[in-house]
């Protein structure tokens, strides 16, 4: 999904992508109120443009394109950052090993800062205290031990396992498994429509997240630098607990539970 991106950037993306020998159609949904970003369709005629200047958000503007693969009967679907580039064939190893392992509704792969340094996406299903308490990281030692289990830290960074929550920034689809539990909520503009996906799927699939391989995003955690990126972060905060429940809540207790016994 695109919205006034750096075509540079996008170009690199693009790159990456076509490292795979896999038949692989790139649609793009630019939300941008122009369409010059249209002449990267001469990158390949594997890329599909589509101009959405509405710019109904995040979700809605992936499902444009989740819709449209459904309709070419891909089993396979993967939703990619602009701001993602990657070395290696990282789409045919998570594409075998979804094909390979049943039950696998999404899966995401380890993700790395430009310096090669970790970014902690996969986490437990978040309580509205896990939200203030990321922001407010104080006090610093109870908030190290809580943050340290949140994102699942303290597991072996190359150990592959079942998260309540995966980042949208780079994540491969079953298809199959997107019929049955859903697209994106689209009443998120930006921010947690990853996480509500993810809970969705977790119900009844596993969410996979995949350090065999990695890629690179450029984080930029808009929202601590932004306010109107903050109020947008607020708002989806509100949907997202409004939806699932705000300080009571059963099963997000039992999945973060069941989650945790993978790594006794």
């Given at each position: ?15 990456s ?18 369409d ?26 992936h499902n444009?394109a ?9 089993k ?7 701001d ?19 039950g ?24 509205p ?9 104080k ?29 949208g920034c780079f994540?491969l ?41 990695s ?14 990126l903050?109020?947008?972060f607020?708002?989806?905060?509100f949907?997202y607990?409004n939806?699932w ?6 099963q997000r ?8 016994t993978?790594f006794?």
């Open positions: 999904m695109l919205y006034r991106t750096n075509i540079l950037e996008i170009k690199k993306a693009i790159e992508i076509f490292i795979t020998n896999h038949n692989i159609v790139v649609y793009l949904i630019d939300n941008s109120p122009s010059e970003l249209q002449e990267l369709t001469n990158l390949s005629s594997n890329i599909k443009y589509i101009h959405n200047p509405s710019n109904p958000g995040f979700g809605a503007a444009i989740i819709e449209k693969a459904i309709k070419e009967d891909s396979y679907h993967f939703i990619i950052n602009p993602i580039h990657f070395d290696e064939d990282v789409i045919a190893s998570m594409v075998n090993y979804m094909y390979d392992n049943e696998v509704g999404m899966m995401m792969p380890q993700v790395l800062n430009g310096d090669d340094t970790v970014q902690n996406l996969p986490k437990l299903l978040p309580k205290s896990h939200i203030l308490w990321r922001k407010l990281k006090p610093k030692k109870a908030y190290d031990s809580f943050i340290n289990n949140y994102e699942l830290r303290f597991v072996p960074k190359d150990m592959v396992y079942n998260a309540p929550v995966l980042s994540t689809l079953n298809l199959e498994a997107i019929k049955e539990i859903g697209m994106y909520d689209d009443r998120y503009f930006m921010y947690f429509e990853d996480w509500d996906l993810s809970r969705r799927m977790h119900q009844k699939y596993k969410t996979i997240y995949f350090p065999k391989v890629v690179y995003h450029g984080y930029e955690s808009g929202a601590n630098k932004n306010r109107k903050f109020m947008i607020i708002k989806s905060a949907v607990f939806k429940g705000w300080f009571f809540d059963k207790e039992r999945i973060n539970r069941e989650a945790l993978q006794k």
